[in-house]
């Protein structure tokens, strides 16, 4: 109860190979201050390990009446470096932040913690998600992992990808959706949203290519 993280690791293959990992995996391990290692010994003690993973979310709903779930992801080798800016955003947001992650493939599930009958927090709560979104970017990974842009996501485009690059996902879906009627506001931000979120240059109070229409 008392530690700072759990690392879960799980090692496929011959009785052999298995053997083999899971020794270099100790061997890491204990080199790096591990406090406690434990190996399942059979099928349903692997299962109990794992339900620990599985039921963080629910988990975390004991200790907050709220939380927003992100999702974003990173180079695995910058984990480290991402868990130590997500501390330093609690801190500057004032609020909680349980980090749920897929370490081997660097998708993080950082569960914010807020009270959304606390004035302010639900908004703090947001911004702390796209901070974390958008610092995901800046080292190198992508605002989203396995669960899409949608809307909440849908201002952090503006900073992963140009305006060519979003002009020509709108160019694609207009191809397909001629009519706007799939989705209509979601996944590609407009020039417009992008120019209020501040992540498109405004010059003299003029839009580049101020001839194009703004939604």
């Known amino acids: 109860l008392d530690a700072a993280a759990i690392l879960l690791c799980e090692s496929d293959g011959t009785t052999e190979e298995v053997e083999e990992e899971i020794g270099r995996m100790q061997a890491v391990l204990s080199r790096c201050g591990a406090t406690r290692i434990e190996i399942s010994t059979d099928e349903a003690q692997r299962l109990r390990f794992w339900?620990?993973?599985?039921?963080?979310?629910?988990?975390s709903g004991r200790i907050s009446p709220d939380y927003l779930c992100m999702d974003s992801t990173i180079p695995r080798k910058k984990l480290a470096e991402m868990l130590i800016e997500i501390a330093l955003m609690e801190r500057r947001y004032g609020l909680r932040c349980c980090n749920v992650f897929h370490a081997g493939d660097g998708n993080l599930h950082p569960l914010i913690l807020f009270n959304a009958n606390i004035p302010d927090e639900l908004r703090r709560a947001e911004l702390f998600g796209a901070d974390i979104l958008e610092t995901s970017v800046?080292?190198?990974?992508?605002?989203?992992?396995?669960?899409?842009?949608?809307?909440?996501?849908?201002?952090?485009?503006?900073?992963?990808?140009?305006?060519?690059?979003?002009?020509?996902?709108?160019?694609?879906?207009?191809?397909?959706?001629a009519k706007g009627l799939l989705n209509p506001g979601k996944v590609?931000?407009?020039?417009?949203?992008?120019?209020?979120?501040?992540?498109?240059?405004?010059?003299?109070g003029l839009l580049p290519f101020a001839d194009l229409p703004r939604f």
């Open 51 to 59: 339900s620990g993973r599985k039921n963080a979310f629910p988990a």
């Open 138 to 177: 800046r080292l190198g990974g992508t605002i989203t992992g396995e669960h899409g842009v949608g809307l909440e996501k849908i201002a952090s485009m503006c900073v992963q990808f140009s305006p060519e690059e979003r002009a020509q996902m709108e160019a694609l879906k207009r191809a397909f959706d």
């Open 188 to 204: 590609i931000p407009t020039l417009h949203r992008c120019a209020e979120y501040g992540k498109m240059h405004v010059r003299r």
